[in-house]
């Protein structure tokens, strides 16, 4: 059997809208760093590039895209990161990760559409890169309301959240860590401190590859 490397960890967050994904993901980066942990924070979509740059002009009601489409745009989003994702985590960089093919499939199955049901979402992002751990924040439509008005942005509306947050649940995997995230902000974080300590030093040993989705 080949000897694997060290490599750095794949930790994705997920959950719900104004769950503290973004909050957490920069704080977590900051501790890995100063831990001496080269980390990076990475988000999906990636709206630098030229298929990012439709999804933002869609996501923004700039633009209206077939539903279909879209979904393959958020999924092909990944793919064309997917090099530069597995090169990372081979030099030993961890990637803390805001969103990925979790929020594709829930997204665009909670709009519970002839034809895209969770299966057909679930297909084009099928051998992509798994990730070691995914930090679910978990918090109600209600818990998340109080946090103050959404954005301007498609989706972010109350309706639509429940129906992604119920798709959220019914992809809930091995590699899910779920987390109260009504908790305080630093009472979360230490908890993603330890967790995420714990996924780093197992991709150090070596022992464990990176595996592929939906596997
Ligand atoms: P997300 O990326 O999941 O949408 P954010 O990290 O952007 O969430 O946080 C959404 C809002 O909620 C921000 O105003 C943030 O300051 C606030 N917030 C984040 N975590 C908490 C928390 N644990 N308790 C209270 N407010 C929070
Ligand atoms: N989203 C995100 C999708 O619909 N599909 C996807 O594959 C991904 C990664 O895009 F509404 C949605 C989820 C959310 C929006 O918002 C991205 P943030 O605030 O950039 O996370
Ligand atoms: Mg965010």
């Given at each position: 059997m080949a000897q694997q490397q060290a490599r750095g960890a794949f930790?994705?967050?997920?959950?719900?809208?104004?769950?503290?994904?973004?909050?957490?993901?920069?704080?977590?980066v900051e501790h890995l760093q100063a831990q001496g942990v080269a980390a990076e924070l990475w988000r999906f979509p990636d709206r630098t590039t030229p298929i990012g740059k439709m999804i933002n002009s869609y996501l923004t009601s700039q633009s209206d895209i077939d539903d279909a489409a879209v979904h393959l745009l958020f999924s092909a989003n990944r793919w064309e990161k997917r090099e530069e994702l597995l090169r990372k985590l081979h030099e030993g960089t961890t990637l803390v990760?805001?969103?990925?093919?979790?929020?594709?499939?829930?997204?665009?199955?909670a709009k519970g559409l002839p034809g895209l049901d969770r299966a057909w979402c679930m297909a084009p992002d099928a051998g992509l890169p798994a990730p070691d751990a995914?930090?679910?924040?978990?918090?109600?439509v209600e818990q998340a309301a109080a946090r103050g008005g959404y954005g301007e942005e498609r989706y972010e509306k109350d309706e639509f959240q429940r129906k992604v947050l119920d798709q959220f649940h019914a992809m809930r995997g091995s590699s899910?860590?779920?987390?109260?995230?009504?908790?305080?902000?630093?009472?979360?974080q230490q908890q993603l401190r330890e967790q995420a300590a714990a996924v780093v030093a197992r991709c150090q040993r070596g022992t464990s590859p990176v595996g592929k989705l939906w596997e």
């Open positions: 930790i994705v967050f997920e959950g719900a809208d104004r769950a503290g994904k973004s909050t957490q993901c920069q704080m977590l990760v805001d969103r990925y093919a979790y929020s594709g499939v829930a997204f665009t199955a995914v930090f679910f924040l978990c918090l109600t899910w860590r779920v987390v109260d995230a009504s908790q305080s902000i630093d009472a979360i």
